[in-house]
């Protein structure tokens, strides 16, 4: 069974702080790793993707992956009271053609 | 900017009714996919679909669903015989390629009563 995992929060970081969202994921054949945003009641909202083993820096964003430990994150810089939001990190599974696997989440709370 | 859209919005249907669930992927967009959430839980994916067949579908994707893509822009999700665990946010997603980043639309909410 493939799983990804997160630390469910809330996490709760004051504004302008950096906050630092977790995920491990068990299938280690997987390339494609995504950060969604997803506030109550909405649908998920693509933050970033990434791909290759490193850093991708995208304004206030960056996301981390490091495919030997099987673990991605994603640190928000600045972090602002509309950052205030569940982070679901998904994989795109190997072994599948389209499948991919969510997180149960991150609660994010940025306190003014 | 291009989004994908999804009708109704909300749906409230009786336990064993059927229930078409609408989408309009992104137009250049070729794959296209259906997830549900369950009030509290993860997103799960359930099929994929490309070129006018199934890609690949979830354990949850059972005898009583379907999709389908009646004409150029929709995208539907048919619920045969609706179970009060079908409860759910339903989202429909679109992607240009396999391997790209997929879009969401802003789900249905399905109630079954």
């Known amino acids: 069974q493939k799983e990804v995992e997160q630390n469910s929060g809330p996490l709760s970081v004051p504004e302008g702080a950096i906050a630092s969202l977790n995920c491990t994921y068990s299938d280690r054949g997987s390339q494609s790793f995504f950060w969604y945003r997803q506030y109550s009641g909405k649908s998920p909202e693509l933050i970033m993707s990434?791909?290759?083993?490193g850093d991708k820096e995208d304004g206030r964003f960056t996301a981390q992956l490091n495919k030997a430990s099987q673990y991605v994150s994603l640190l928000i810089r600045d972090s602002q009271p509309s950052d205030s939001a569940t982070y679901l990190c998904?994989?795109?599974?190997?072994?599948?053609?389209?499948?991919?696997?969510f997180g149960p989440g991150t609660s994010l709370s940025v306190i003014p | 900017e291009p989004e994908v859209t999804q009708t109704p919005s909300h749906q409230v249907t009786q336990m064993g009714q059927e229930v078409i669930l609408r989408c309009v992927p992104i137009s250049n967009h070729l794959y296209f996919y259906w997830y549900r959430q369950i009030l509290g839980q993860k997103v799960e994916f359930l099929v994929s679909?490309?070129?006018?067949?199934?890609?690949?579908k979830s354990e949850i994707f059972d005898d009583q669903f379907s999709v389908e893509r009646p004409d150029g822009s929709n995208f539907t999700l048919k619920i045969r015989s609706t179970k009060l665990e079908d409860s759910a946010m339903y989202f429909c997603?679109?992607?240009?390629?396999?391997?790209?980043?997929?879009?969401f639309g802003p789900g249905t909410r399905l109630l079954v009563l």
């Open positions: 679909f490309y070129n006018n067949e199934i890609s690949e």
């Open positions: 998904a994989v795109k599974v190997e072994t599948s053609y389209d499948k991919v696997i």
């Open positions: 990434i791909y290759s083993n």
């Open positions: 997603a679109s992607s240009v390629g396999r391997q790209e980043t997929q879009y």
